[in-house]
């Protein structure tokens, strides 16, 4: 069965720290990898990641996938406040079908 | 461009009713996704639609369907509602289903 696992479940971080949010799958029919932040409702995009080794960047943001070893990861430099949210990723299993793991809440305190 | 929209965005019900929920996607996309999240299960697939076609579903009984009009917009309906059904419902729209999807602000079903 397909499934995508994130890891941690949840993170508390001060101002400034950098963090790293983890993303493994196992699909039969992989197409692409996305990210999402949810912070009280919908879930705003963040990247789509389809080749290995190539980085995505947006501002202090970043992710990277790994198709040999089936997973990816999201950077987030000096975080903010501002960044406290659950972050969701989700994989494009070729069927018009996404699989989205449970999510890392994330909070960063002042 | 108007993002996604759902209606309605609060809903309260009671055991064995039915509710219909509606979304309209972003001008020009033509696939509709649906999704339930729960705090214990995230966002779980529930089907979606492309030019009026169901192309895919997810493993969730019968009482759930949906459809699509010939606009794109899209309703998801759910039969003799239980408790178990109390969750945001979210729609998501993308041009072909195969990228980046939009979501909307989600309806919140309560179940009482």
């Known amino acids: 069965e397909d499934k995508v696992v994130q890891s941690p479940l949840s993170l508390v971080v001060h101002e400034g720290d950098t963090v790293t949010l983890n993303c493994s799958y196992e699909?039969?029919?992989?197409?692409?990898l996305l990210w999402y932040k949810q912070e009280k409702k919908a879930p705003t995009f963040l990247f789509m990641l389809?080749?290995?080794?190539i980085e995505k960047k947006s501002g202090r943001l970043s992710s990277i996938l790994d198709k040999k070893e089936l997973f990816s990861i999201l950077n987030i430099t000096a975080t903010q406040t501002g960044d406290s949210a659950v972050y969701l990723c989700?994989?494009?299993?070729?069927?018009?079908?996404?699989?989205f793991g449970t999510g890392t809440r994330l909070k960063v305190l002042a | 461009k108007a993002g996604v929209t759902q209606t309605p965005r609060y809903l309260i019900k009671t055991r064995g009713q039915q509710v219909t929920l509606s979304c309209s996607p972003i001008?020009?996309?033509?696939?509709v996704s649906w999704y339930q999240q729960t705090p214990g299960q995230g966002l779980q697939f529930l089907f979606e639609?492309?030019?009026?076609?169901?192309?895919n579903k997810g493993n969730f009984p019968g009482r759930f369907s949906g459809r699509q009009f010939s606009n794109s917009r899209s309703e998801m309906n759910v039969s003799t509602l239980e408790l178990g059904d109390s969750a945001l419902y979210l729609c998501?729209?993308?041009?072909?289903?195969?990228?980046?999807?939009?979501f909307g602000p989600g309806t919140r079903l309560t179940v009482l």
């Open positions: 001008s020009g996309h033509r696939s």
């Open positions: 699909v039969t029919n992989f197409r692409s």
């Open positions: 389809t080749s290995s080794g």
């Open positions: 639609y492309f030019s009026e076609t169901q192309r």
């Open positions: 989700a994989v494009n299993a070729g069927t018009y079908k996404y699989i």
């Open positions: 998501a729209s993308s041009l072909e289903g195969l990228g980046e999807q939009f």
